[in-house]
């Protein structure tokens, strides 16, 4: 049992450490066992205890259900990692992986909708979810009711990818157990959470990102306004990638969600070939993932005093603020207030938001 892997598990398991916090610890002190001993002493800087570090022996029971139920890790930086996914501010450090890796050669494409949607909608997203697989593409979706089955059903020949809110042994809807057992054998699954997470509200976004982190473009086929489907799109735009929408009646409040986001600049598609048109140009982003990288790591944390401390802190407040805005208000080094701000996630005094915000507890 790999040692870096039980270190790693360790520390994105121990509460008040996220994938931000997580990515630049390591950038910090080049190992994550390394990390782990320094964070009891970044957390007192932060003026909070340090937080309940995972033990080594749950981290490898964690690691035995994983390999008991068949599925591996990807670990962030290493070649199987999914590249784009990787571009991520906040990729997740480790993800559980079942199935085809294989599958994140070829060019992905997100497809998600209406839980409830149309029997119109469900039988469009099937078509185009063949038809891309036709053109060689992946189809990712979130093992979802609605366009999310459809959409994989669809590409279950040709590829796809589900990626579930929970952890890889739970079936959310439990009518997808079959599904999901299938794309495990046929596919790929993927899971942020540990093996048992029940899925609950607060996952649902995290599964979000991965998906359209994952993928060149998402298409959106029926989605009401204010949607996870419409959160989805917003992620994938503030990734830098292609989003798409299937126009729907205005008669059709699930259609509302997609004709807004055409409005709003989204690409009108209507079928394969136009999807395959938007992301041809950015075909070339995918790599293959046997290759070694090194994610980007925005700064690099340096040493912070208590003068900066308390200058960061005076700007911080219960509003969400740009980390960029508090770098140029405070006219201090990025990799200091990087570092301020990492005390203080530590510390259990920070809340990070979309977008690069943060705020104080």
Do not use: W
């Not at 917003?234 to 929408?245: D, K, N, P, S, Y």
């Not at 299937?246 to 136009?274: E, F, H, K, Y």
């Not at 950015?282 to 690099?300: C, D, K, N, T, Y």
């Amino acid at each position: 049992m790999s040692a870096d892997l039980v270190a790693r598990l360790r520390l994105i398991r121990s509460p008040s450490i996220g994938p931000v916090s997580f990515r630049h610890l390591l950038a910090r002190f080049g190992s994550a066992e390394a990390a782990l001993a320094a964070v009891p002493d970044l957390a007192a800087r932060g003026g909070g205890r340090s937080p309940n570090l995972v033990t080594a022996a749950a981290a490898e029971k964690e690691i035995a259900q994983v390999e008991a139920l068949g599925a591996r890790y990807l670990m962030l930086g290493q070649g199987l990692y999914p590249h784009l996914l990787a571009e991520l501010g906040d990729a997740p450090p480790l993800l559980m992986a079942k199935g085809d890796l294989r599958l994140f050669e070829r060019p992905l494409v997100a497809m998600v909708g209406a839980r409830n949607a149309s029997a119109a909608a469900c039988r469009f997203a099937r078509g185009l979810a063949h038809d891309l697989g036709d053109a060689g593409a992946v189809i990712v979706s979130g093992l979802a009711r609605g366009i999310d089955s459809a959409a994989h059903d669809g590409a279950l020949a040709s590829g796809t990818i589900g990626v579930v809110a929970g952890g890889i042994d739970v079936f959310y809807p439990p009518e997808n157990e079959a599904r999901q057992q299938t794309m495990m054998e046929q596919g790929l699954v993927l899971a942020e959470m540990p093996p048992g997470t029940e899925p609950h509200a607060r996952h649902f976004p995290y599964r979000n990102r991965i998906i359209a982190g994952l993928a060149l473009g998402t298409v959106v086929i029926e989605a009401a306004p204010r949607s996870g489907s419409l959160i989805t799109a917003r992620l994938a735009t503030e990734a830098g990638r292609e989003v798409m929408a299937v126009p729907g009646s205005p008669l059709d409040p699930r259609a509302q969600g997609c004709n807004s986001l055409i409005r709003d600049g989204a690409t009108l598609v209507q079928s394969a070939a136009d999807v395959m048109e938007t992301l041809t140009p950015l075909a070339g982003r995918v790599a293959s993932p046997r290759s070694h990288f090194e994610p980007e790591i925005p700064s690099q944390p340096a040493d912070a005093d208590d003068a900066a401390r308390r200058v960061v802190e005076e700007l911080l407040g219960p509003s969400p603020a740009p980390i960029d805005e508090i770098v140029r208000l405070s006219g201090l080094a990025s990799g200091a207030v990087q570092m301020v701000l990492l005390e203080l996630d530590l510390a259990g005094r920070l809340d990070r938001h979309a977008g690069g915000k943060v705020s104080l507890r």
